[in-house]
């Protein structure tokens, strides 16, 4: 998939969030990085829009989006359900985790992404 050229302030934006990511997100990184879960090449922190998704498979057009403390919320947020509205019209599927789900059931978490990443490219 070809990149497209951001503005520098989104790319210094999605670096920074490369280095603050949380134990979860680094957790799940460890299991995705480097075409590890099935051979699905994933990006962490990728710009897609003007929007920073925590991870995404460009060659099956699915994102995962860790939700937690960080934000605060036990729910997800208006602004998040917006969100991955414009980027499910833009053609990705978006998949939500909870980071406990992360922390305490790994290997569900990866079964789930694997299963839709099989959906999105059959």
Sequence with gaps: MPRHTQPGYVRANAKRLRKQMTPEEKRLWQ??????????????????????V??????RKVIIELDGSQHGE???????????????????????FWLAEVHHDLD???????????????
């Design 54 to 59: 925590d991870f995404a498979a460009p060659s």
């Design 74 to 96: 036990t729910s997800i947020s208006d602004a998040d359900v917006r969100r991955d509205a414009k980027l499910k019209a833009l053609g990705w599927t978006v998949l939500r």
């Design 31 to 52: 299991v995705i990085r480097a075409h590890r879960l099935g051979g699905i090449g994933f990006r962490r922190q990728m710009p897609i829009e003007g929007f920073i």
């Design 108 to 122: 569900g978490v990866c079964r789930r992404i694997l299963a839709v990443c099989r959906e999105e490219h059959s």
